[in-house]
């Protein structure tokens, strides 16, 4: 913890515990210190307390809107300045009732996060609500996306290939689990890749690198990828072979089919490379219809590593 930290946790009287340690490390932290200026939609941790150091173009009452806006507009701020010298100077204000303009050119703060019953929660873990997303229909929904993020299983530094991107949501949330996780997008459709750009940004990873172009030939000359994750496409001439000839040693290539066709080709190459074949349906309960629940299409889901 730097020495900064140190000295705002005993200016706040705060335990050493209440500190996460993401003043270094927290996305949130990197937008709230000027080093990138979208609005991210991350994670925001409940009764913790985040220390952010602000320059002059992210004020803290930015911060004290985006907190707002997100339901954490009970959330406490304390914006010191000057810290440790004759003009040191502390104010403190409840996130919803605004924040002073007139504070240093550079200033940190300090937010105890405290969620309304209304409160936009996006946690960390694999299956974020479908409507924090902006899509048009092609979205991998929420269960199977969890389950499709269980199988690639993300570890720290791992780079992902998401080829047919849809949205995007599966190499995004990827990035989401941990942070140093890095992800590349294939995508032909420009109009897909706007919306794939809106939700990085939006739900905190705007380092996820789109590829324009048509998978396999898009493939070439991109990094090697630890895992593969095959949206779409998957009967397209040499689209399994060409990705898996890409893939690490000892990488996840996850397929996620809904048509016959896709499933057929699926079947096939499991006979020729082993790996797992799962077949997953999710039924949700209709409004005013208890007791009727309309099931989704079945995804097959195919696993080689």
Known sequence: MSSACCLRRLRCQLPQRACTGRCRT??????????????????????????????????????????????????????FEHLDGERERRIDQVASDGQASDVAAL????????????????????????NAYLHDGQLTKRDVRAITLSRLAPEPGELLWDVGAGCGSISIEWMRSPPSCRAIAIKMDSERQRLIEHDRDALGVPGLQLVEGEAPGALTGLP??????IGGGVTAPDMLDNCWSHLKKGGRMIVNAVTIQSEATLVAWRALHGGELTR???????????????PGAPHYAAACG
Not at 280 to 288: D, E, I, L
Request: proline share 8%.
């Open 26 to 79: 927290s996305r949130w932290c990197r937008w709230s210190g000027g080093r990138s200026r979208r609005l991210k939609r991350s994670f925001i941790p409940v009764h913790v307390c985040l220390f952010s150091a602000v320059a002059r173009r992210v004020p803290p009452q930015l911060l004290a809107e985006l907190l707002t806006k997100r339901g954490f507009g009970k959330s406490r701020l304390s914006v």
């Open 107 to 130: 200033n940190l703060v300090a937010i105890e996060c405290i969620a309304e019953s209304h409160a936009l929660r996006l946690p960390l873990t694999p299956g974020l609500p479908d």
């Open 224 to 229: 090697e990828p630890d895992a593969i994750f």
């Open 280 to 294: 997953t349906g999710v039924a949700h309960a209709q409004p005013r219809r208890l007791r009727y629940l309309a």
